[in-house]
């Protein structure tokens, strides 16, 4: 209670004016923080540390680049459902270069690029949306004039950080299926150093938002596996943490659209599903603030493995996923408890009948050993009588 | 018939063989194909084919066991009941070699004959009611023990207990098969086999009823009592004279043998002896744990738990007397009757008087009761066998 007083101190001028310039109410604010720290995984106290950082610190400067893509991953940022969430985005960021945001066009959009530039060099965040072309020299995406390869290679120079959102800028994504005819590469590769990389089409924008409130928070992004994706978002696979996991254990398989096992929303392995190869957390946080289950694999749809190289875009939709751990086998045992069944016909028959036979062999044997024994006693008590007469 | 003439002719030129008192064992001779040993192999021939698609297809297919109630009959009757039948060798052995009675000596082959087919056939029972029987020789492997098992226990002791009835009764196929020598040089050592051979009954007689304590609040109160163990002691030696006298009466009808009524009527004495110190901790402990009022109720194991008493209660006025005792009819109703009784017990325990949730029921199926039957056609048939082949019962003074 007291750590709550301490950090949720209700009167802090600087949470009052955070209200008044974002017209949010401090609940809200709140609980975005909270949901935040709760992405990444952080201790308790960290969206008390998020809230104050949110508040004071300066907003860096963000340089958001498109190049080949759909816009898909700018588009998810700012459809997310929570009401407030494009305005803290845009509140979180200064958002100095966005292609398809920014009201400037032409040279005075870029003109706005190299002054961004110019003010935060050293200090500016550098986002990059979508593949690079590299094949023949770079000509098939040029902006502004400039080759995609040369604007990405200028605007990293002087960038305190680079974040690839989106598989094509982590990986080449979809532009960079075979046969790949403009060389769609990533950014990594094109600047020839790791980056941090948000995969996914599109990626979670939590993901992607946890990741820059950290860097804001902290002064350094979260920790990332050796692909450059934050390990709170992709360290497990789908299919750990899928809330239809129980019925991939017990066997129970969705085998076509439509059927019975589809009906009752059993695993979807079978159909194709890339969960069991695929890191990502969309099967624990869901997907665009809709609730749980809103996501492909709780819409009934296989996942198709959009996050993760030589998966998504690579392999069929509907081709059954390398397990990397465990492999179903293909028959299992039956999990219908037996309880057992009443006497049959035949069975309490069987149990009369050598009743039966017992009892009557044993009638039978009694009376011949009781006759033989009379018999006998008579036979006794004939020569014992014969003898006294003798006597 | 020739062959049995040839062995017999043998035996008696034999010149080691030329002191045998007149009661020593002899093979009785005679033809092996008979009604009874026809019968006999039918059945066994039925029991085989069952177990053939047990092997196969798993216990599933031929049992009507469940998850509720795992052990059926081929563990309650071939083996609990079986080897409980079995304890006529461990008896008499007792009561010639601990209590130096020699002059029930005749009585210890065909007794441990019998018990020699008990326990060996509830050992192959076992592995027929095993899902993984295959793993059945774990039991031989120290490395696969777990000495805190009652289970462990039981299985243990058996095994051994089946190895040493062997050796015990070695002797009877090495005088069959002339290898004096290493029956004399036996004999030296086979007083440690029969100390384990008496040894070994009452260590896993007495943890087959421990069985029950370990199930616990499963088992009705009238057969959930921490003396389970001595119970089961108590009633596996009475059942062993029982069976002795069971088997002595059909043994001496079948094959039209005098009976041995001057060494089965002081036995039926010692019998008696058993039953009462078993009756009086048998009520005792009903009437201290306040469990008799569960006898009074309206159910099932109400009126088994009466007739499992009357079958104890009923001997002592069949054969209390002496001159009763005498009676050979007497002497096997009262066998008959303690062989039912210490049967009812176990299978009130382990079957009738266990509740283990609601919805779960037991009746053996009918390739399970052929099973069970054909293991007791086996018994039989082995016994004609080998007392017609080898000698296990004792001459007839009167035929010579």
Known sequence: ?391 | MRKARNTRIEIMTNPSQASVASHAPAPLGGSLITPTTLICGVLIAIMLAVLAVRFFLGLGAVTNLNDGYPWGIWVVVDVIIGSAFACGGFSVAMLVYIFNRGEYHPLVRPALLASLFGYTLAGAGVIFDLGRWWNFWHIFSPSYWNPNSVMFEVAVCISLYIIVMWIEFSPAFLEQFGKYEVKKKLNKMLYIFVALGTVLPMMHQSSLGTLLVVMGVQINPLWATPLEPLLYLLTAITMGYAVVLFESCVASTGYRRKLETRLLTPMAKVMLGFLVAYLLVRIGDLVVRGALPHAFQASLEALMFWIETACFAAPLLLIGSEANRRNPARLFLAGMLLMLGGALLRLNGFLIGYETGDGFHYFPALPELLVTVGMFSVEVLGYIIITRRFPVLPREATTH
Not at chain 1, 225 to 241: M, Q, S, V
Not at chain 1, 247 to 270: I, S, T, V
Not at chain 1, 318 to 327: P, R
């Open chain 1, 1 to 391: 209670m007291e750590r709550n007083q301490v950090f949720f101190d209700e009167n802090r001028e600087s949470l009052n004016q955070l209200e008044k310039r974002l017209d949010l109410g401090r609940r809200e604010f709140l609980q975005f923080c909270s949901t935040v720290a709760a992405t990444m995984g952080l201790p308790a106290g960290a969206e008390a540390a998020i809230a104050k950082a949110v508040e004071t610190a300066k907003r860096p400067s963000v340089i958001w680049l498109h190049f080949q893509e759909c816009t898909g991953c700018s588009e998810s940022l700012l459809r997310a459902e929570h009401p407030t969430l494009e305005k803290l985005i845009l509140d979180v960021i200064s958002l100095d270069y966005h292609e398809t945001l920014m009201a400037a066009a032409g040279h005075q959009a870029e003109a706005a690029r190299k002054d961004a530039m110019k003010a935060n060099k050293g200090k500016y965040i550098l986002v990059v949306e979508g593949a690079i072309p590299v094949k023949d020299d770079g000509i098939y995406c040029k902006i502004g004039g400039k080759k995609a390869i040369n604007l990405v290679k200028e605007c990293a120079a002087d960038a305190a950080a680079v974040i690839a959102i989106g598989s094509c800028a982590s990986w080449g994504g979809m532009p960079s299926t075979d046969p790949n005819p403009t060389g769609a590469s990533s950014v990594a590769e094109v600047l020839g150093k790791p980056v941090v990389t948000i995969p996914g089409c599109p990626p979670n924008p939590y993901n992607f938002l946890a990741t820059v409130v950290h860097f804001l928070t902290f002064g350094k992004f979260p920790e990332v596996d050796k692909l450059g994706r934050p390990k709170f978002a992709y360290g497990r696979l789908i299919h750990e943490n899928c809330e239809r996991r129980a019925h991939f254990d017990a066997g129970r398989f969705a085998m076509e659209f439509g059927d019975a096992g589809h009906r009752q929303g059993y695993c979807l392995y079978k159909l194709g599903c890339k969960g069991p190869e695929t890191y990502a957390n969309c099967s624990a946080i869901g997907f665009g603030d809709a609730g749980e289950n809103n996501w492909p694999v709780g819409c009934g749809h296989p996942c198709i493995g959009c996050s993760e190289k030589g998966v998504g875009f690579t392999k069929p939709i509907h081709q059954v996923a390398k397990m990397l751990n465990v492999t179903p086998p293909l028959q299992y045992p039956r999990i219908v408890e037996e309880q057992g069944k009443a006497a049959s016909f035949a069975s309490a028959a069987a149990v009369a009948a050598i009743a039966g036979a017992a009892a009557g062999a044993a009638v039978m044997l009694t009376r011949n050993l009781g006759l033989s024994h009379a018999a006998q006693e008579a036979k006794k008590a004939d020569s014992d009588s014969a003898g006294k007469e003798k006597v």
